[in-house]
């Protein structure tokens, strides 16, 4: 994949440095680029500039628009291509509890006393309850959150 983005990254700065570009080629490989490529941000910048670059082709009267659209696929190339440094795209992974816990906007990482839990479940529901325009799933969650924590051994069934 990245032989293969450093290859249209090649051909679309040849392009774009070319004094009179050859639009039926930057449209070729447009088309190239919104067929393969596995970024979604890419794709939709080359299948939105592959009408104009088209049209440019057949025309002079639509070069500038034409640069304008390959300048566009040119920055999308670039993110695309771009190293990725730090927890971008990780996907966290978050236990029940812990999920219950941000639910109910309580403490993660400590013991937790049973009123504690309670007066959490009281503060949330003020503005999750239906009766005070809230939605009736959010509070069937909220509802759930609290009762798993009070009671974590109970099992479902």
């Given at each position: 994949?990245?032989?293969?983005?450093?290859?249209?990254?090649?051909?679309?700065?040849?392009?774009?440095?070319?004094?009179?570009?050859?639009?039926?080629?930057?449209?070729?490989?447009?088309?190239?680029?919104?067929?393969?490529?596995?970024?979604?941000?890419?794709?939709?910048?080359?299948?939105?500039?592959?009408?104009?670059?088209?049209?440019?082709?057949?025309?002079?009267?639509?070069?500038?628009?034409?640069?304008?659209?390959?300048?566009?696929?040119?920055?999308?190339?670039?993110?695309?291509?771009?190293?990725?440094?730090?927890?971008?795209?990780?996907?966290e992974k978050v236990t029940v509890e812990e999920r219950y816990r941000r639910i109910l906007g309580l403490p993660?990482?400590?013991?937790?006393a049973a009123t504690e839990i309670h007066q959490a479940f009281k503060r949330a529901a003020k503005t999750v309850?239906?009766?005070?325009?809230?939605?009736?799933?959010?509070?069937?969650?909220?509802?759930?959150?609290?009762?798993?924590?009070?009671?974590?051994?109970?099992?479902?069934?």
């Amino acid at each position: 994949m990245d032989r293969t983005y450093s290859l249209w990254k090649q051909a679309v700065e040849r392009l774009w440095q070319a004094a009179r570009p050859d639009w039926r080629q930057a449209a070729r490989l447009i088309a190239e680029i919104a067929a393969g490529s596995e970024d979604e941000t890419l794709r939709h910048a080359a299948s939105q500039a592959l009408p104009v670059l088209r049209a440019a082709s057949l025309s002079r009267g639509h070069a500038d628009a034409a640069r304008r659209r390959l300048s566009l696929v040119r920055d999308a190339l670039h993110g695309a291509a771009a190293p990725r440094f730090g927890k971008r795209g990780v996907v966290e992974k978050v236990t029940v509890e812990e999920r219950y816990r941000r639910i109910l906007g309580l403490p993660l990482h400590r013991r937790l006393a049973a009123t504690e839990i309670h007066q959490a479940f009281k503060r949330a529901a003020k503005t999750v309850h239906p009766d005070a325009g809230g939605n009736g799933d959010a509070f069937v969650a909220l509802a759930e959150a609290r009762d798993a924590l009070m009671h974590p051994n109970k099992k479902d069934g």
